[in-house]
């Protein structure tokens, strides 16, 4: 308006008290007019009105009134699933799931932590936050380390919330199982260890079980999940008093639930 005389912005609080950001009197076209500091604490997050005034010399006076929503407050995000010390089997689907306390939550972004670079967070999954519920499939690769997973979310306004990291092991196949001694078609009397190997590509396997059947086709234990292992050995087997042959089986579970046996 060439006979613009003054223009004066305010900002209206829900109680109806404002505040003025700014004025002038030179005409301003697609410029800022005011700066409002919304992040220095003097505007908690909720509701306010833009108020624009102008008036021209001539005693026009035209207002124009813009509500708008402050948030600076990020999410509050919590991890529920993977939960901490957590095994996940590698190339097999794992959920994810947070929680998120935030009305303006937006999307979520599932991170992992580059074991070999600390700090620096690698995207596996993202999505949009539903009815304050993160859910994500995340398939692990093959690594077989500790790794740290997080759920960061950004609300509409651009505050990012981050859960509090969980530690996962990726665990990269089913465990490797082998009878070494007593050797096939041995002959063999009285206590005898049983030499072998249960393990699960350098981790500790969940458990293993030693048992042997006759030619009744019922398999009996040697030794079950959870018993103490004999020193340099799977088991020692009390052989039964009896002759003929018997067939020998371990049997070993990781901890994702796969198995082995032979």
Known sequence: DTTLALYEVFVEREDGS??????????????PIADWG????TYPDGDYTIIVTAYDRGGSVETVEVPVTVDNSPAVVTLDAPGDDTWLAADEETDVLATVTDVHA??????VEDPDEPGVWVLVADGDVVDGDVHAL??????ISPMNVRVRVEDVAGNSGFSD??????????????????????IITGAVPIRGTAIDEGLSIASYSVAYRTASGVWRDIH????ATPPGTLAVWQTPEMDGPVVLRIVADDRVGRSAEV
């Open 38 to 41: 919304t992040a220095s604490g």
């Open 138 to 143: 995340w398939t692990p690769g093959a690594d």
């Open 165 to 186: 990291a969980a530690q996962v092991t990726i665990d990269g196949g089913a465990p490797t199982v082998s009878i070494d001694e007593p050797a096939e078609n041995a």
């Open 224 to 227: 079950a999940p959870g018993d």
């Open 18 to 31: 404002r505040e003025r950001l700014g004025s002038g009197s030179e005409a301003v076209i697609d410029a």
């Open 106 to 111: 937006a999307s979520f972004y599932v991170e």
